[in-house]
């Protein structure tokens, strides 16, 4: 039976490649394919149980998630295996349709026709009881985003994205012992930190207490998972170029944003200027003139876009650095060319996987054809990171070398003299102790701290950063 069909498609090859360019032909004129696709289309749905019921029967409610998800891959998911000639192995079908090998799901075309594809129930489960009594609250399927609902099909080594997801920052949740225990955290931190938070609140517009996760275990709370990036129902066109084979990748924020630098709180925290990972990946709005603590961690796209936050009351605005360009605000993806290298296509059952776990993969400073090889991309970056690494240190010492008189009865020497409060430097009182200046330069070195990359965002901005604070220590003698 397989060899046949084997032989039948060999056989056929040619006429199906042919086929194939008559209808981007075809498509190019704007025309309606003639003959359909290639695929036989039988259909019947005589064996359906009335568990599943098919994505069709949601449509008659849920008609606008039923359009948006028509227009993406996993609506035509069998019809994939259907092209190469495997839309009957069985090996495949789990994922490539609703229920396959669970009570009352896909058998084949000829008997449960409507359950082809990765239906509304593939993700929302059997929801036939819902369909028939939508009034009943206790039946409604349920909308999690918990990570594994994709990664129950996302995975093994084609497509490894939850496993890469897994080993993320975005799968550990650092701080969701707080929400567990309830309090401010998660209003606070929670649109970050937090994926039920950010589905609430955000994607829900529900006015969320600060209590709303208390109890529940950090094992069962949800972090930055696939369907706070992903819009699992529709194609969005969101992703920087044109994907290859018209692949839509249903991201929530555009891949790529160009805002113009700026200094005021209100801009340098607002996520609607930044793109996907600046949704998280931005500042907090502390500025130099805090005195319990510094620079969030997050200061990323700030860092990528060369901008700075100053003191709202700051008459004066222009900024303490002058903005500068990014040389990598270019990099085609963004953020993703670096963080989330995508692999080429290997095979026709292997599609370009990309880079879930968010390492820095050397192989996007390559491919986009700006770095002649790996080897000098790595070479590149470990020259900047050294050069960085070392100021930050000379200026760490030299602000070491200040040591106040008139604090805390003179006690406090080092680091201890000019620290945030909250890392161990003068009490929030005697914060004002500490002269502009040094607020200035801790200011820059901890921006610098916090981006994280030793400036690869953005070299030249990082350098003028830290040539500032090497002038303020000239002043004062350091
Ligand atoms: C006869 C109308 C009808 C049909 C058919 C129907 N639904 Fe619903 N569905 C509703 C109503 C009404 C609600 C509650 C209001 C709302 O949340 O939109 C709802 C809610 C939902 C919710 C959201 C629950 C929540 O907590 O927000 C999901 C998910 C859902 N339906 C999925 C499906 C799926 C999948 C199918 C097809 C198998 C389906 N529905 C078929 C009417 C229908
Ligand atoms: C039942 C299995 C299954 C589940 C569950 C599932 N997917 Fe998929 N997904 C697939 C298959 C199969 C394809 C490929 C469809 C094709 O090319 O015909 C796909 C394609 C995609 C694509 C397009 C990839 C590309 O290369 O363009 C995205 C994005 C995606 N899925 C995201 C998600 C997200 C996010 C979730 C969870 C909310 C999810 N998927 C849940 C099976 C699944
Ligand atoms: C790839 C997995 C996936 C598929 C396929 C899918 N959903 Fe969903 N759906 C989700 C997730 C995750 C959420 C919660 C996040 C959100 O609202 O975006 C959700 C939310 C919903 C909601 C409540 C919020 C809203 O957007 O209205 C409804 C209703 C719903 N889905 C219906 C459907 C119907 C009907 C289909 C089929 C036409 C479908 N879903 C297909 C994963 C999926
Ligand atoms: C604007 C979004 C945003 C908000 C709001 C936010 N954070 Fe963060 N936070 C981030 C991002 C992004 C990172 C990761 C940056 C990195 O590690 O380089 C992070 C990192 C952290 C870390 C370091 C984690 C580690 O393992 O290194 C801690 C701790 C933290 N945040 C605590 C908090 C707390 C507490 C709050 C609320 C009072 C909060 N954050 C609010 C975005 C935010
Ligand atoms: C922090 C945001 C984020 C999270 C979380 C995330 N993705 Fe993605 N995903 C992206 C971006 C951005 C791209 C496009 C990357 C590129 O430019 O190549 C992408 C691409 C994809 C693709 C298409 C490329 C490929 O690998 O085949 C799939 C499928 C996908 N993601 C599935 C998932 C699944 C499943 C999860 C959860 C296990 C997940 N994503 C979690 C942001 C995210
Ligand atoms: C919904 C918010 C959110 C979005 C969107 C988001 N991130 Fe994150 N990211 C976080 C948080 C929160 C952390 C820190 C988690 C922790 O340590 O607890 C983090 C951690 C990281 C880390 C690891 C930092 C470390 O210290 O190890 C990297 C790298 C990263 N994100 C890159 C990205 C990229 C690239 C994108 C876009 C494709 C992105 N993130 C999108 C919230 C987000
Ligand atoms: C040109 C490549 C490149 C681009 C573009 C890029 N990054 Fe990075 N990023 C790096 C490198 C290199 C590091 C340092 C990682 C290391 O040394 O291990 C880094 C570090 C980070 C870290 C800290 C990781 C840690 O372990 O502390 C986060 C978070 C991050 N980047 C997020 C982003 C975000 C968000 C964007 C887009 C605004 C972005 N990156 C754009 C290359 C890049
Ligand atoms: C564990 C679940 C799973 C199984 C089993 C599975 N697939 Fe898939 N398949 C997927 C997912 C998920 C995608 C989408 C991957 C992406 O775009 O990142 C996919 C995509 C594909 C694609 C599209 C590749 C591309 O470049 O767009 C083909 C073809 C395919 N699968 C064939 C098969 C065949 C043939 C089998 C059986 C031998 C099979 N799959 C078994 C989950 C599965």
């Known amino acids: 039976m397989n060899t046949s069909r084997k032989t039948f498609l060999s056989k056929h090859a040619t006429a199906f ?10 498509g190019m004129i704007g025309a309606e394919c003639p003959l359909g696709p290639t695929m036989p289309t039988p259909t019947g749905d005589s064996g ?34 259907e092209a190469i000639g495997q839309g009957e192995n069985d090996t495949c079908l789990a994922c490539h349709t609703v229920g396959f090998g669970e009570e009352g799901g896909f058998v084949d075309r000829a008997t449960t026709n409507s359950l082809a594809g990765v239906g509304c129930e593939a993700c929302h489960g059997p929801s036939g009881d819902h369909a028939s009594n939508v009034n009943d609250e206790s039946l409604r399927p349920p909308t999690s985003i918990a990570a594994n609902i994709c990664g129950d099909c996302h995975t093994g080594e084609r497509h490894p994205n939850f496993e890469e997801w897994e080993m993320s920052a975005h799968a550990a949740k650092s701080i969701s012992d707080r929400f ?16 039920d938070f950010y589905y609430m609140a955000i994607l829900e517009g529900q006015t969320v207490e600060n209590d709303a996760l208390m109890g529940v275990a950090v094992a069962d709370q949800n972090g930055i998972t696939c369907a706070v990036c992903h819009d699992p129902h529709a194609r969005t066109g969101n992703f920087a170029v044109e994907p290859e084979d018209g692949r839509d990748y249903q991201l929530r924020f555009p891949e790529v944003a160009s805002p113009i630098p700026t200094n005021t709180i209100d801009a340098t925290t607002n996520p609607d200027r930044f793109n996907i990972c600046g949704q998280c990946h931005h500042g907090r709005g502390r500025t130099w003139e805090a005195t319990s603590r510094g620079p969030h961690n997050s ?24 903005s500068t360009f990014s040389v990598h605000a270019l990099a085609t993806e963004q953020c993703a060319s670096c963080h989330m290298f995508r692999q080429d296509f290997q095979d026709e059952f292997a599609p370009a996987i990309a880079g879930h776990s968010m390492e820095v993969n050397n192989g996007g400073c390559a491919a986009s054809g700006c770095h002649p090889t790996i080897e000098s991309a790595v070479a590149a970056q470990a020259t900047l990171q050294t050069e960085i690494q070392d100021r930050l240190d000379d200026i760490e010492t030299r602000l070491n070398g200040f040591a106040m008189t008139f604090t805390e009865g003179g006690a406090l020497s080092g680091a201890a003299a000019w620290e945030y409060s909250a890392t161990g430097g003068p009490s929030e009182a005697d914060q004002s102790e500490i002269p502009d200046n040094i607020k200035k330069i801790r200011f820059f070195l901890k921006y610098v701290q916090a981006d994280g990359s ?3 965002h953005n070299p030249d901005y990082t350098r003028r950063i830290l040539d500032e604070a090497e002038d303020l220590l000239d002043d004062e003698s350091l």
């Open 454 to 456: 030793l400036g690869v």
């Open 180 to 195: 567990e225990e309830g309090g401010f955290y998660l209003n606070a931190c929670g649109k970050c930190h937090s994926g």
């Open 299 to 322: 200061v990323q796209s700030n860092m990528y876009v060369g901008e700075m936050a100053l003191p709202d009351a700051d008459e004066n605005r222009s900024p303490l650095v002058p």
């Open 17 to 26: 490649a042919l086929l194939g360019v008559f209808v981007v032909t075809f």
């Open 48 to 81: 359906l149980t009335g568990r599943f019921v098919g994505s069709e029967r949601c449509a008659e409610c849920h008609s606008n998630v039923h359009d948006n998800w028509l227009s993406t891959l996993h609506a035509g998911a069998l019809e994939t295996l």
